[in-house]
């Protein structure tokens, strides 16, 4: 069974950095596509961005690209560094896995981690 853990979350100010982790549980992390979606309160789960299998193409959403960096080690882990954060970042972060190259679709993702909070203050 697939396992996600994220980790890094936390509670920081307009303009702080985080740097998010996801650690799976399979060998075969390096060959799936990894995503960072997102869920802000009262919000629908959104997209933030993907990377290819063995650190492939990567993309953004507009809200992420330019502050947001995506990365794999292609051992066991993803990362989403996020820099100047801003309020409305404020959400709960899920890594996710899937097979589709440069998905951006929630459905093409069917292994999920719990998520983390990631509350930024103004």
């Known amino acids: 069974q697939v396992q996600l853990v994220e980790s890094g979350g936390g509670l920081v100010q307009a303009g702080a950095s985080l740097r998010l982790s996801c650690t799976a549980n399979?060998?075969?992390?390096?060959?799936?596509?990894t995503a960072w979606f997102r869920q802000g309160p009262g919000k629908e789960r959104e997209f933030v961005a993907t990377i290819g299998r063995r650190g492939g193409s990567t993309y953004y959403s507009d809200s992420a690209k330019d502050r947001f960096t995506i990365s794999r080690d292609n051992d066991k882990t993803a990362y989403l560094e996020m820099n100047s954060l801003m309020p409305e970042d404020t959400a709960i972060y899920y890594c996710?896995?899937?097979?589709?190259?440069?998905?951006?679709?929630?459905?093409?993702?069917?292994?999920w981690g719990q998520g983390t909070q990631v509350t930024v203050s103004s």
């Open positions: 399979i060998r075969t992390f390096s060959i799936h596509q």
């Open positions: 996710a896995l899937g097979r589709v190259p440069g998905s951006t679709n929630s459905a093409n993702y069917p292994y």
